[in-house]
């Protein structure tokens, strides 16, 4: 991700910054207020970041942690972590291909640089693979081909096998009581709107009670198709997951359906995969400082499937390892205890095992 916005002197913002004058006596108090309100915000950043960050007690001897923590050894942490996504196992460092040995690293590095207890939490993670592009037509009253990406996309966590489903369209509404249709026909292809009362997961789980074949949620206001994810937040056993392909459809394309709706008859082809795997965090707590008041500092050492992860987030990664290692070395007196984390699934979107004790 990079960030777009602007500088005052760039491009659409002037040569220079431009002086704002009031003649207002409301508005000139109100301009006094916020900018006293804007200095003591800032001064509780700066206290804050200094408790936070030095965390001392007494004189220092030691070489403050922004000093210590330097580019150059954020750098050597990240190249170790890219030639690890880079290297065999599938070009990224996800749950199922480099996480495993970036937490290897990680733990290598703090058991060589630093007295921390070193431990991992361990905890279950549905992971999805789309395995295929979908492949949606219309085949009643007419032949029509739908596009991937301008009209359909398939929803992450919607569908877990290899599909190929020919079955009529029925409409149920906003999706969000299965009970408001109890005429649906076992095994039709359910067509809902996005939004309304309940979220699209739920849409998902009702669509399956009524035993439909799949489900199109339409999006609203002329927005185009989105990759989602059908799957509670906050995952953990127990929690079901969406078992039938939901689809994320454009509002002209579920116009078109709607309109058609009585004699629709759809083609609908899709190939993911939902595992549940083990995956880990790993934690470092310092020996140091009061237990009863913990700082947790931490990052998330997974990445994406899709590439190596280095700005999302190797770099916080990579910072919080740089930052365990030079408390350690510079020997930061501390008042309170440090808890380091790298988390193992943030990508996924789960809950990230139980709190530490």
Known sequence: MHDERRSLTSPGYGSAPRLWVTTNPRTARL???????AVLAVL????????VLENRKGPT?????????????IMTHLKALEGIALGPGGGSRAVLTGYNKSAEYVMDQLSANTDCDLYTQEFL??????????????QQPYNLSFVVGSDFLQTRYGGNGEYNILAPVFDIGDGCNASDHTNFPPGAIAIAQNGGRCVQYDKALNAEALNAAALLIVMSRGAAPAYGRVRSVGW?????LV????????T?????VRNVIASASINLVTNSSVVIANTFNVLCATKSGDPERTVVVGAHLDGVPEGPGINDDGS???TVLEMAIQVHKTGMPLTNRILFAWWGSEEWRTTWGSCPE
């Open 44 to 51: 509780v950043v700066v206290v804050t970041l200094i408790v």
């Open 243 to 250: 078992r039938i392909p939901v689809l994320s459809i454009s």
């Open 236 to 240: 953990s056993p127990g929690i079901p």
């Open 316 to 318: 916080g990664s990579a």
């Open 31 to 37: 301009l006094v207020i916020g900018v006293v309100i």
């Open 125 to 138: 993670v549905p992971v999805y693979t789309q395995l295929s592009d979908p492949v949606v037509a219309l």
């Open 61 to 73: 001897s030691h070489t403050p942690l922004p000093q210590a923590v330097t580019l150059a050894s």
């Open 252 to 256: 002209t394309m579920g116009t078109l």
